[in-house]
């Protein structure tokens, strides 16, 4: 079993940065990895996703956000700029191998005020 620990949230005024970190007790070599969000009164979206060979982003985010990760260190970033208040949430840690192997972190807030 993997876990998956978030860290960098917290609150910035609009058109700043946050970069989240999502550490595994464990190698992610084999994992799809991926940062999620949920808004309050919303459903749960994917925000990005790498794998070693590539990554891809929600239309929301393309050009802003970008998701990196170090298989050495077994973590996942999430670097976000020119934050917007609409994209205040939850955000969480995935780590996918199958529908066996699923993991998610406990989510850490990100707040934008405008």
């Known amino acids: 079993q993997v876990q998956l620990v978030e860290s960098g949230g917290g609150l910035v005024q609009a058109g700043g940065s946050l970069r989240l970190s999502c550490a595994a007790s464990?190698?992610?070599?084999?994992?799809?990895m991926g940062w999620y969000r949920q808004a309050p009164g919303k459903q749960r979206e994917l925000v990005a996703r790498?794998?070693?060979?590539?990554?891809n982003y929600a239309d929301s985010v393309k050009g802003r956000f970008t998701i990196s990760r170090d298989n050495a260190k077994n973590t996942v970033y999430l670097q976000m700029n020119s934050l917007k208040p609409e994209d205040t949430a939850v955000y969480s840690c995935?780590?996918?191998?199958?529908?066996?192997?699923?993991?998610w972190g406990q989510g850490t807030q990100v707040t934008v005020s405008s």
């Open positions: 995935n780590a996918h191998f199958s529908s066996l192997f699923d993991y």
């Open positions: 464990g190698s992610i070599f084999s994992y799809v």
């Open positions: 790498t794998t070693n060979y590539g990554t």
